[in-house]
Nanobody
Framework: QVQLVESGGGLVQPGGSLRLSCAASRSIFGFYTMAWYRQAPGKQRELVAAITPSGRENYTDSVKGRFTISGDNAKNMVYLQMNSLKPEDTAVYYC?????????????WGQGTQVTVAS
């Protein structure tokens, strides 16, 4: 069992920045891919960014060059730095931890943190 808690959301003007944090209840080093997803009202949850235990990063096209995912294994923390925010970035952002073996996959989710980009 991995418990995840997000923080750092809020209201920001277009072009502004926010940094989201995800605190894990246990070490995920070497076992979990960490990711940020987001979900806007009436829309499905979508992957925003992911980072593997080895440090490989992946981003959805709409945030490339603006968002950066990073982690601190010693603190069991994952971050999402969001720059040049746009109104379409408005959503609830969720931290995700995924374990994948040959025959099993487990996903753990945080409660979400609201990001609103508006003037």
């Amino acid at each position: 069992q991995v418990q995840l808690v997000e923080s750092g959301g809020g209201l920001v003007q277009p072009g502004g920045s926010l940094r989201l944090s995800c605190a894990a209840s246990r070490s995920i080093f070497g076992f979990y891919t960490m990711a940020w997803y987001r979900q806007a009202p009436g829309k499905q949850r979508e992957l925003v960014a992911a980072i593997t235990p080895s440090g490989r990063e992946n981003y959805t096209d709409s945030v490339k060059g603006r968002f950066t995912i990073s982690g601190d294994n010693a603190k069991n923390m994952v971050y999402l730095q969001m720059n040049s925010l746009k109104p379409e970035d408005t959503a609830v952002y969720y931290c995700n931890a995924r374990f994948e073996g040959d025959y099993v996959r487990r996903d753990y989710w945080g409660q979400g943190t609201q990001v609103t980009v508006a003037s």
